[in-house]
T-cell receptor
């Protein structure tokens, strides 16, 4: 079974709005990472948050981690058309084997 | 510094043929990982290799699949006697020696279609 599960499966928003997606996982982790995948392309690493961290920012991205609830959220502020992609969370327990969820597909309408 | 290079980007094979997928890690990276992505799904771990060593192959199917990372040259994921169910995108990632919070960089993937 997959370790990370993203919610919602799909999200459609207007350009300029914020997009929030969540990730839940089952077992203890060392790190949680978020990736973006444009259609038919490879994965782009967005942000890594360690198990002892609660929040991280990178540009228009904000990631939170709640280890007590085994969940994380990714917020994209002021969305742009270029943010249209699938977003995956990935967890690792031992620093190498990443477990991915099925992803959230985000569509940003102009 | 070129990223992780995978080739070919697209590969079509008939059932029963062999597929060989190549991955050249980023310069300075000695660890390689292979993942498989089925349509509409996330990536599934297949195998983790260091130079000349398979560290973890717990995600590899027991038959027909093999992987290597020789001392010289790219890492190879080999699928013998391909079947339609092998059709997927195969991604390679590389990293320096792992420590807490080490980022893995992914290639663009090889999309295998078995006809």
């Amino acid at each position: 079974s997959q370790q990370g599960e993203e919610d919602p499966q799909a999200l459609s928003i207007q350009e300029g709005e914020n997009a929030t997606m969540n990730c839940s996982y089952k077992t203890s982790i060392n790190n949680l990472q978020w990736y973006r995948q444009n259609s038919g392309r490879g994965l782009v690493h967005l942000i890594l948050i360690r198990s002892n961290e609660r929040e991280k920012h990178s540009g228009r991205l904000r990631v939170t981690l709640d280890t007590s609830k085994k969940s994380s959220s990714l917020l994209i502020t002021a969305s742009r058309a270029a943010d249209t992609a699938s977003y995956f969370c990935a967890t690792d327990k031992n620093d190498y084997k990443l477990s991915f969820g099925a992803g959230t597909t985000v569509t940003v309408r102009a | 510094n070129a990223g992780v290079m995978q080739n070919p980007r697209h590969l079509v094979r008939r059932r029963g043929q062999e597929a060989r997928l190549r991955c050249s890690p980023m310069k300075g990276h000695s660890h390689v990982y292979w993942y498989r992505q089925l349509p509409e799904e996330g990536l599934k771990f297949m195998v983790y290799l260091q130079k000349e060593n398979i560290i973890d192959e717990s995600g590899m199917p027991k038959e027909r699949f093999s992987a290597e990372f020789p001392k010289e040259g790219p890492s190879i994921l080999r699928i013998q006697q391909v079947v339609r169910g092998d059709s997927a995108a195969y991604f390679c990632a590389s990293s320096p020696p792992r420590g807490a919070g080490t980022e893995a960089f992914f290639g663009q993937g090889t999309r295998l279609t078995v006809v």
